[in-house]
T-cell receptor, first 115, second 111 residues
Framework: GAGVSQSPSNKVTEKGKDVELRCDPISGHTALYWYRQSLGQGLEFLIYFQGNSAPDKSGLPSDRFSAERTGGSVSTLTIQRTQQEDSAVYLC?????????????FGPGTRLTVL | RKEVEQDPGPFNVPEGATVAFNCTYSNSASQSFFWYRQDCRKEPKLLMSVYSSGNEDGRFTAQLNRASQYISLLIRDSKLSDSATYLCVVNSETSGSRLTFGEGTQLTVNP
């Protein structure tokens, strides 16, 4: 079956522009996560959606970052007024069960470069 | 102190070698533990969960020591295809439902 998909695969933008990154989780997965990974670094948690519950936004680094999940499926991560330090690979993952119980399946990521 | 710390690596070993990775975690309330594998420029994938009694999957053995807050991964008879970065991952209720990833240990298996 289809895995987690993300688009675009690569995004180059100018400092100060807004970007939207999209994630399509595996069908039926109730949990969805966003992470970012800078070059040579580990994964940094950004935000977690579980069903209809309020999202866990504790990892968002600033108010320039926001995310939504429409209809319990597709999610969009928006970065406003991008900065060079936002350059990273943004990974989306989904799981059938909540974190800690179910395996997280990752998408291929969106590589964001802010010039 | 980081929540999850791993051997910095990189590890370079010959084919057939046995290699062990160590990981420590700071949150004593942590409840679930995993090893993920990440190939170069690819997404992470679950390698194995880590259970209290220790568990084995083929050439891979994971151990957990709750008293020392320590997790290990042992790879026996390493193959070229084992070359990757190995991520130690921890979940605790006090951190909500998110997983905390270590920065990973890079392994290169040489012919």
């Amino acid at each position: 079956g289809a895995g987690v998909s993300q688009s675009p695969s690569n995004k180059v933008t100018e400092k100060g522009k807004d970007v939207e990154l999209r994630c399509d989780p595996i069908s039926g997965h109730t949990a969805l996560y966003w992470y970012r990974q800078s070059l040579g670094q580990g994964l940094e948690f950004l935000i977690y959606f579980q069903g209809n519950s309020a999202p866990d936004k504790s990892g968002l680094p600033s108010d320039r970052f926001s995310a939504e999940r429409t209809g319990g499926s597709v999610s969009t991560l928006t970065i406003q007024r991008t900065q060079q330090e936002d350059s990273a690979v943004y990974l989306c993952a989904s799981s059938l069960l909540p974190s800690g119980v179910g395996e997280q399946f990752f998408g291929p990521g969106t590589r964001l470069t802010v010039l | 102190r980081k929540e999850v710390e791993q051997d910095p690596g990189p590890f370079n070993v010959p084919e057939g070698a046995t290699v062990a990775f160590n990981c420590t975690y700071s949150n004593s309330a942590s409840q679930s533990f995993f090893w993920y594998r990440q190939d170069c420029r690819k997404e992470p994938k679950l390698l194995m969960s880590v259970y209290s009694s220790g568990n084995e999957d083929g050439r891979f053995t994971a151990q957990l020591n709750r008293a020392s807050q320590y997790i290990s991964l042992l790879i026996r008879d390493s193959k070229l295809s084992d070359s990757a970065t190995y991520l130690c991952v921890v979940n605790s209720e006090t951190s909500g439902s998110r997983l905390t990833f270590g920065e990973g240990t890079q392994l290169t298996v040489n012919p």
